[in-house]
């Protein structure tokens, strides 16, 4: 009797608090100066288009994004994020591109049980044993363009590929990833320095080695050094190379220019994508940026949906953690890319698809999907995470 | 190995080498000269590439874009060394160091202010495909004009250095900075020249490495620190080391980039080989300056006697 008296007195004041909040905070940090602002700047520019699109509001909410800079420095990110939860009290975090700041920074929202919607990094070990209740992924696992980068090299019939990456832990993880499912022959694996611009002694190696293709994982200003002086080494008519999405996005494709028409990647979206939900969005974001969306840029927008289903299906009660969770979980809302649902790790399962660099009707450079390369697809870690 | 393939890094080296050295000239004459360490030189490198991004979209033309971008960029060296390096000259080493590290923070955000963090400079179309130098082989256009234009300005510096006047009072300095001033030198005037002069060669540096790499905030800094191995390898003050230097230093980063790690793999095992190569390569030029300073602390070709 007494045991219950006591939860009752524990839970009435919080019947009496489960009414719906009256605004929603999200911290939102992402990297927004340096080399790589381009990713962060799309993210935001998206997630703040949703928003306005959406009156202002986040399920019926009004919405205040709380926006910082993390600088490219994990020490940076956590520190925003240690300010986001203590002293703003955000009832999300959202926004950082890179894995490295975000591993850094997330731990912080865990523990004092703020939920991180990650409009990108998607880290195996959060995927696996790891995982986290308070972690979703609206992105892709970081191995994913890998995997069907390998499976299309497989069925693309390549026998014997080049592989090049940074010599760093995302390098390394990224040709594992492609290994994963390529069957073919590696013709060697090279990993090189972490920020290098000229790639003319590899790029002579790699003519001397005759491979059928090559596949580079070379984000940002790297990638962009590469594709330049691949096609300028005339190396485009002895081999295919291939990218993984964000390796010939619109950021990288704007700074090369004409030399990525005809790229292979893989990626699970792109611009013509055929729903409604995505023609609104390109549409609406050319209108109020005047360039074209890029992947990072649908990511963030899906975020900020995500949230506004979860908030709109708890009817605004923001506070019951678990509730929201479910919510996020069932994942009811359009995305821009098509059919998606969370695993039980809470990273996505989603098709990719194998897009090529092409001129749209008004002759612009944009990515263009030609087939599927994978339906429905996980994750490979899923497995080890025991999480409910 | 097939004679292709190693013809090829060579000629990477070598293009690699001779920009190194169009920033090296400029950076050894002011170090040599003066004995000012001039951090910022870099900035002037970034400045150069943004100026002619600009001139290029402006006049429509590479070349001409490229050629206005020098002497706007010697415009901008000159005053920077009336206004500010002037100062420096009587400090300390630390003094110059601290001072000039400031100053490529300010460029930095001054760059970022005017330009944004980076522009579009693309090859021009007529050089942005390959060419075929021997049956079989192919290679890039674009880098051999930069190997062109590199040695056509070797040579030049070559001839100004040894042939001329100005070359002369330029030597004189670098050998005996008193001596000069004391025998009626004009070391105040003939030092803005030559520093405008290292940030016009910086300037075609940045402006032709730019459809290489890229036009952006903070892409001096990494270069500089290649162009300072330059010139403690080749002497200080020297040009001739300079050269020197520069082409030691591109052929021994691409070679190592090229074949360390292929060699490794001879005899040691694939997991230690694929560790160790590309960290060995990486830092193969910093072992070759080690190894310098330490049989010719002096570099290769001192300037001074």
Partial sequence: MKRTLAALGLALPLAFNAHAADKVKIGFISTLSGPSAALGVDIRDAFNLAVKLNGGKLGGLPAEVIVGDDQFKPEVGKQLAEKNIKLDRVDFLTGIVFSNIMLASVPEAFANKVIYVSPNAAPSPLAGAQCNPYFFAVSWPNDAYHEAAGKYATEKGFKNVYLMAPNYQAGKDSLAGFKRFFKGKIADEVYTNLGQLDYSAELAQVRAAKPDAIYVFLPGGMGINFIKQFVAAGLTKDMQLAVPGFGSDQDIIRAVGEPMLGLFDTAHWALDIDNAANKKFVAEFEKEYKRLPSLFASQGYDAAQLIDAAIRDVNGRIEDKEAVRKALKAAQFQSVRGPFKFNTNQYPIQNYYLRVVGKDSQGRLVNKTVSTVFKDHGDAYVQDCKMQ | ?305
């Avoid at chain 2, 001779?18 to 004459?29: D, I, N, R, V």
């Avoid at chain 2, 060296?77 to 000039?100: F, K, P």
């Avoid at chain 2, 970022?112 to 021009?124: A, E, N, V």
């Fill in chain 2, 1 to 305: 190995m097939s004679g292709i393939l190693i013809l090829e890094q060579t000629l990477n080296g070598l293009q690699f080498g001779l920009m190194l050295f169009l920033l090296a000239a400029g950076l050894t004459l002011v170090f040599g000269i003066m004995d000012m360490i001039n951090l910022a030189h870099g900035s002037l490198y970034m400045i150069g590439a943004f100026l002619a991004s600009t001139l290029v979209g402006a006049t429509g033309s590479f070349v001409l874009g490229v050629l206005l971008a020098i002497p706007a960029t010697a415009v901008v060296g000159m005053l920077l060394e009336i206004t500010v390096l002037r100062q420096l000259y009587a400090r300390d080493h630390l003094s110059q160091v601290l001072a000039t590290f400031a100053l490529i923070l300010i460029a930095n955000e001054a760059v970022r202010i005017i330009w944004g963090s980076d522009q579009p400079l693309t090859t021009p179309a007529a050089l942005s495909g390959p060419v075929e130098l021997l049956p079989g082989m192919y290679y890039a256009s674009y880098r051999l004009v930069i190997i062109a234009v590199g040695l056509a300005v070797a040579v030049l510096l070559y001839f100004v250095v040894t042939k001329t006047r100005t070359g002369m009072l330029v030597r004189a300095g670098a050998s005996n900075r008193e001596m000069a001033r004391a025998m009626g030198v004009d070391i105040r005037t003939l030092f803005t020249l030559v520093f405008g002069f290292g940030a016009g060669l910086c300037a075609l540096a940045g402006a032709m490495l730019a459809p290489l790499f890229a036009v952006q905030v903070g892409m001096g800094e990494n270069i500089l620190i290649l162009a300072f191995v330059v010139i403690v390898i080749g002497g200080i003050g020297s040009i001739r080391g300079a050269l020197v230097g520069s082409i030691i230093v591109g052929m021994v980063d691409t070679i190592g980039r090229a074949f360390l790690p292929a060699l490794l793999r001879e005899f040691l095992p694939p997991q230690f080989a694929g560790a160790i190569g590309p960290a060995l390569a990486s830092i193969l030029i910093y072992l070759l300056m080690a190894a310098v300073l330490f049989w010719k602390p002096q570099g290769l070709f001192p300037a001074r006697g």
